[in-house]
């Protein structure tokens, strides 16, 4: 298995909802992060995780909490999210040691109403 | 604070011809830059430079490093539709963990 899979696909929420996203790999990655990417934009990174542990949280609102219950699954619980968090959430793994095979699901494309 | 620089950040061409594409960086402690292809979703893997001056080729696509200048160019040979999207170009630097800083990416029409 050398994918990432992403769920949902798509996902429509209000700004008083809690909703989840979650991320999955099955290639024995140690590190997986989630990006946000916005129209027209490159990917930004949000939170990195080696090792099952926080490693990098770049400065992310507290309406999106991470979570790494297993090596093997990444999930962002969402709530009270604003328009502006409108966007296409990549999650992607790597090997932690080297740098080889970074690979990115197919993305969940968020939209807050 | 690292930095990645695409250009040109949009180009139309004809299909047969060829393109060159360019990445600038700045990074603390370089330790590999990546160019990725994005179609509509998910960015695809497509070469990982790390050594200056060694060309990395797959197909029409070829892309190489030079560290000394901090810049890296993507080439595509004899160009098909199937070649537009978004290609995005990465630098890893080594801080604390693995982190990619992306460029803003150059989109890439090719008209038939």
């Known amino acids: 298995d050398t994918e990432v899979t992403q769920t949902p696909k798509h996902l429509v929420m209000g700004m008083t909802n809690k909703k989840s996203l979650k991320c999955e790999q099955h290639?024995?990655?140690?590190?997986m992060y989630w990006y946000k990417q916005k129209a027209k934009k490159p990917p930004e990174l949000m939170f990195v995780?080696?090792?099952?542990?926080?490693?990098i949280n770049e400065s992310v609102p507290s309406r999106f909490s991470p979570e790494c219950p297993n090596s093997s699954l990444l999930n962002l619980h969402l709530h009270a999210l604003q328009p502006e968090d409108s966007a296409l959430y990549l999650c992607?793994?790597?090997?932690?040691?080297?740098?080889?095979?970074?690979?990115f699901g197919s993305g969940t494309r968020l939209t807050v109403v | 604070e690292d930095k990645v620089v695409q250009s040109p950040l949009s180009l139309v061409v004809h299909e047969g011809d060829t393109v060159t594409l360019n990445c600038s960086y700045e990074?603390?402690?370089?330790?590999?830059l990546l160019w990725y292809k994005q179609e509509k979703k998910a960015p695809t893997f497509l070469f990982m430079l790390?050594?200056?001056?060694i060309e990395k080729k797959s197909g029409r696509l070829s892309s190489i490093l030079d560290k000394k200048e901090l810049f890296s160019i993507l080439n595509i040979t004899a160009t098909q539709t199937g070649d537009s999207a978004v290609y995005l170009c990465?630098?890893?630097?080594?801080?604390?963990?693995?982190?990619?800083?992306f460029g803003q990416g150059t989109r890439l029409t090719i008209n038939p």
């Open positions: 992607a793994s790597s090997p932690s040691q080297g740098f080889y095979g970074y690979t």
């Open positions: 290639m024995g990655h140690r590190a």
């Open positions: 995780y080696s090792y099952e542990k926080l490693s």
């Open positions: 990074v603390t402690n370089f330790r590999s």
């Open positions: 790390t050594s200056s001056g």
């Open positions: 990465a630098v890893e630097g080594i801080q604390g963990a693995q982190k990619l800083v």
